[in-house]
């Protein structure tokens, strides 16, 4: 129960609502958490990893544990490919067994726009893999899956989360506004990139990548090169933000905050005791 109240804090940003000795126990937990993690982790290891790594709380305590988080996953080259790995296992079992689609939509729903929050070009490469994906386990068009089931089709959630990773996209504006029409784009986009005609660059980073790493020479229409390696999520988040792309917490978020404040009262009324 404690680890998933520590887990809901970071994932959504509730640092600043602890105590300063709360915060110390949240930070102590997740450094040790972090440093126990060998060079082949679990996937669960990696989820949390990624979860730490896209938390949006920005406190001191918050950015140190993120930091930590992104080093040790960039010490695991692989891991955009075992989350494009979890979603296609999932997706195998579901196919084969033709029941509730629950699993494989949990974890396409939470891998796809997870890797957004990444910038790492093992991300791009996996998110252009699934634009090709139209298929909506469970529902029959894009409208009946956002109203019904809060979900989109593998190729909608891949688009939103190139939108957030990529600097200067093909597609203007707030990725989370993207729809069907901007799919063709996008994948007009990625076939160069695949081809090594274009590069690109992740946000808060000036390095040109190819989906294989940093890029020596830009293949665009500009010229020019940098040297920099994969920006840290805080650099991304901060440009994000600049354009206007502010996560929206919602129901989820609200029912964590709840959370952390029935568990501070506990403790503080077990502490009067």
């Keep these: 129960m404690k680890n ?11 640092c600043s609502f602890m105590t300063p000795q709360e915060q110390l126990e949240w930070t102590d937990h997740f450094r040790e958490e972090i440093a126990v993690i060998a060079k082949n982790p679990t996937y669960e290891q990696i989820r949390m990893l990624c ?6 709380s920005e406190t001191v305590h918050a950015n140190e544990i993120r930091t930590l988080a992104w080093n040790k996953l960039q010490e695991i080259p692989d891991f955009p490919d075992r989350i494009y790995k979890n979603i296609i296992d999932s997706r195998s079992e579901w196919a084969s067994s033709k029941e509730n689609p629950y699993r ?20 791009v490469r996996v998110l252009g893999e699934f ?3 139209d298929e909506l386990p469970g529902y029959d068009t894009e409208f009946e899956a956002a109203v019904k089931g809060g979900t989109s089709s593998n190729s909608i959630f891949a688009i939103r989360a190139l939108g957030r990773l990529v600097d200067k996209p093909p597609v203007q504006g707030d990725p989370e506004k ?13 076939e160069q990139v695949k081809s090594g005609s274009r590069t690109f660059r992740l946000k808060g980073n000036p390095q040109e990548f190819s989906l294989a790493g940093p890029a020596s020479e830009i293949r665009t229409a500009t010229t020019g ?17 600049k354009m206007g792309h502010i996560p929206v917490v919602g129901i989820v978020g609200a029912v964590a905050l709840l959370s952390l404040a029935l568990w501070t009262v506990a403790r503080r009324n077990a502490a009067r005791g």
Excluded at 6 to 14: P, Q, T, Y
Excluded at 178 to 185: K, P
Aim: net charge positive; glycine share 8%.
């Design 51 to 56: 979860d730490l790594v896209a938390s949006e």
């Design 178 to 190: 993207y729809t069907r029409n901007d799919v063709r784009t996008w994948q007009l986009w990625f």
């Design 225 to 241: 090169s940098s040297l920099d390696s994969n920006p840290s999520p805080t650099e991304t988040a901060a440009s994000a933000k």
């Design 131 to 133: 634009l090709y994906d």
């Design 104 to 123: 494989y939509n949990k974890a396409r729903g939470w891998g796809i726009p997870r890797l957004g929050r990444l910038p790492h070009h093992g991300s």
């Design 4 to 14: 998933n109240f520590l887990f809901l804090v970071a994932v959504f940003g509730l």
